[in-house]
């Protein structure tokens, strides 16, 4: 195995391992290795990188004092962890080496959060080609191990669709993604709609990965900015304010996919159905937007519209409770590399107590057919 910038080998594998409790939830510690003939390829679909340029332009951003973005701030967190950069930043030898150490047949590559939408204002679409030129790269020369999905920064919204456009029909990359909010702004603003327009037409499924919250010091006060909870709740926020703008009802064929079990989502379908109203149809919501009717219940758009992936949750009863809810054709498997691999995970989804068909769908087939992979 190579050897990481500073000498050792495990990475943040180790470093996960050793700091969590052994009897955590869900989890069954060395009960198990990982399938080498398993019936199935394992395509982990919310797989991380960066590159040094867009690093740089965030720490500089952000060692200028000229914004306040939490974001901003995570961004230079993970800046500093070189062990970590050097994972995120390698499209080569080390992560195809750490693929076949946890069997991971194909890696789908999400510019890392915050990603391009937290540095200074017209920086952002320049670092978004950058990047996407380096994920195709990257794919072209290893065909078989990575797909990737297309950078761009929101905040330039011209610029983000011909990107989409430049990312879609020249790059050939499958999708693209987003780190939720933008200094407190989200796609359910209509002058971002032109995104979502091109997002349609060009079939690109939208990954929605979480960001730390806007303005929340409450948050960054309890140690709560990340997994612990800002990262769901911006990423419930942003999907259900896709949902209640109407824009799945103008644009149906728009494909969503949201991390981590649906970020809590599918938990409260039944309760959303019930309390629609609250939001449906009432004026002057998002800074003064005339009323929207929805077309349909809340969980529709969860059965048509919405796949969620289940990055950093490899629990069983929570993955079946979601392909109970959702369907087994809306539940992508995810592992989140490199900030959390684990093989004992790796070995739990091989042990599922599932249908082989509804396995073979959650480890490979619903991301070839949401991302158009080959
Ligand atoms: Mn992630």
Same mark, same amino acid.
């Given at each position: 195995m190579p050897k990481l910038p500073d000498g050792s080998e495990k990475g943040l594998r180790g470093h996960a391992d050793e700091?969590?409790?052994?009897?955590?939830?869900?989890?069954?510690p060395r009960a198990g290795h990982i399938d080498r003939d398993a019936p199935y390829q394992r395509i982990a679909t919310e797989e991380a990188w960066t590159f040094p340029d867009l690093v740089k332009a965030q720490v500089d951003y952000l060692e200028s004092g000229e914004s306040n973005d939490d974001s901003l701030r995570m961004a230079g967190m993970f800046g500093s962890m070189p062990k970590l950069q050097g994972m995120l930043q390698d499209l080569g030898e080390m992560r195809l080496a750490h693929m076949d150490e946890y069997g991971i047949d194909r890696q789908l590559l999400l510019l890392t959060s915050p990603g391009v939408q937290v540095v200074r204002p017209g920086e952002g679409t320049p670092l978004a080609r950058q990047a996407n030129d380096i994920a195709a790269d990257a794919c072209a020369r290893h065909p078989d191990r990575f797909s990737a999905l297309a950078a761009f920064d929101p905040r330039d919204v011209q610029g983000s669709v011909k990107e989409i456009d430049r990312a879609m029909s020249q790059l050939k990359l499958n999708g693209a993604v987003l780190n939720s909010h933008f200094q407190g702004h989200y796609l359910d603003e209509a002058?971002?709609?032109?995104?979502?327009?091109?997002?349609?037409?060009?079939?690109?499924?939208?990954?929605? +990965?979480?960001?730390?919250?806007?303005?929340?010091?409450?948050? $960054?006060? $309890?140690?709560? =900015?990340?997994?612990?909870?800002?990262?769901?709740?911006?990423?419930?926020? +942003?999907?259900? &304010?896709?949902?209640?703008?109407?824009?799945?009802?103008?644009?149906?064929?728009?494909?969503?996919?949201? &991390?981590?079990?649906?970020?809590?989502?599918?938990?409260?379908?039944?309760?959303?159905?019930?309390?629609?109203?609250?939001?449906?149809?009432?004026?002057?919501?998002?800074? &003064?937007?005339?009323?929207?009717?929805?077309? +349909?219940?809340?969980?529709?758009?969860?059965?048509?519209?919405?796949?969620?992936?289940?990055?950093?949750?490899?629990? *069983?009863?929570?993955?079946?409770?979601?392909?109970? #809810?959702?369907?087994? *054709? $809306? #539940?992508? =498997?995810?592992?989140?590399?490199?900030?959390?691999?684990?093989?004992?995970?790796?070995?739990a989804y091989d042990r599922l107590s599932i249908p082989d068909d509804h396995k073979k769908m959650l480890m490979e087939g619903n991301a070839r057919r949401v991302f158009n992979l080959p």
């Open positions: 700091r969590g409790p052994r009897d955590r939830v869900g989890m069954a002058e971002y709609w032109p995104i979502l327009e091109a997002l349609e037409a060009h079939d690109a499924a939208l990954y929605i +990965h979480p960001t730390a919250p806007f303005n929340a010091p409450h948050y $960054r006060d $309890r140690g709560f =900015y990340g997994a612990l909870g800002g990262f769901p709740h911006d990423v419930w926020l +942003h999907t259900m &304010g896709l949902i209640f703008s109407g824009a799945f009802d103008r644009f149906p064929k728009l494909k969503l996919v949201i &991390g981590h079990l649906g970020e809590c989502l599918p938990l409260h379908l039944y309760r959303f159905d019930w309390m629609q109203y609250n939001a449906d149809g009432v004026p002057g919501l998002r800074g &003064g937007q005339p009323a929207v009717n929805l077309k +349909h219940p809340v969980s529709h758009y969860f059965h048509h519209n919405i796949w969620i992936t289940t990055s950093g949750v490899g629990w *069983e009863p929570a993955i079946k409770f979601c392909m109970d #809810v959702m369907g087994p *054709e $809306r #539940v992508l =498997y995810a592992m989140d590399y490199p900030y959390q691999q684990s093989s004992d995970e790796v070995a």
